[in-house]
């Protein structure tokens, strides 16, 4: 079955830092994948999304690009801010697949 | 405003009595779902439908009840409470297909 692996948190890191979330996935046919931010108290938001190789998906200063030979899609951003802490979750889904599959989730903890 | 409202948000309750979580979503979204999120294991779906009478098991579905009469409304429903149960549930809806997910603010359940 579809299956993610997220690096294990918490991260922390002081405002301004850069950020790297990295995600592998294994997927039937040929996924799409999606990134999701769970704020404190909230249920979950999505963040970006790529739809097909090379794709970079964006948003609020996060990228994430769609390495299909590699089976990666990690999160990436320049200048975190205090604002930016939550948990991340990577969620690919597959062809066919009627549900996300998410990761375990990494939360991120910016520092002033 | 878009949204996926869940009542209750908290709920505390005993073994082997019956509750039922609401789901309701204002966006005319054909398909919804249910996931339940537990500490290290991600969003794990338990039920989805994809129109109005129709719903299908998703990986956890195991106690759990659903139904969908209404296209805006999808409640879960828990016939027999048991203590494995005590989990944070998120209800989501979308356009169909591969679409971003919305998800609601979450139902934290607590069985004693």
């Known amino acids: 079955g579809d299956s993610v692996t997220q690096m294990e948190g918490p991260v922390t890191l002081s405002e301004e830092a850069f950020l790297t979330i990295n995600c592998t996935y294994t997927a039937t046919g040929y996924p799409s994948l999606f990134w999701y931010v769970q704020y404190p108290g909230e249920g979950l938001q999505l963040l970006l999304k790529a739809t097909k190789a090379d794709d970079k998906g964006s948003n609020k200063g996060f990228e994430a690009t769609y390495r299909k030979e590699t089976t990666s899609f990690h999160l990436e951003k320049g200048s975190v801010q205090v604002s930016d802490s939550a948990v991340y979750f990577c969620a690919p889904q597959g062809t066919g697949r009627r549900a996300l599959t998410f990761g375990s989730g990494t939360r991120l903890q910016v520092q002033p | 405003e878009a949204q996926v409202t869940q009542n209750p948000r908290y709920l505390i309750t005993v073994t082997g009595k019956k509750l039922t979580v609401t789901c309701s979503q204002n966006?005319?979204?054909?398909?919804m779902s249910w996931y339940r999120q537990d500490p290290g294991l991600g969003l794990r779906q338990i039920y989805y439908?994809?129109?109005?009478?129709?719903?299908d098991k998703g990986d956890v579905p195991e106690g759990y009840k659903v139904s969908r009469k209404e296209k805006r409304n999808f409640p879960l429903i828990l016939e027999s409470p048991s203590p494995n149960q005590t989990s944070l549930y998120f209800c989501?809806?979308?356009?169909?297909?591969?679409?971003?997910?919305?998800f609601g603010d979450g139902t934290r359940l607590s069985i004693l």
């Open positions: 966006m005319n979204h054909e398909y």
């Open positions: 439908s994809m129109n109005v009478e129709v719903t």
């Open positions: 989501a809806s979308s356009k169909g297909g591969i679409q971003p997910q919305h």
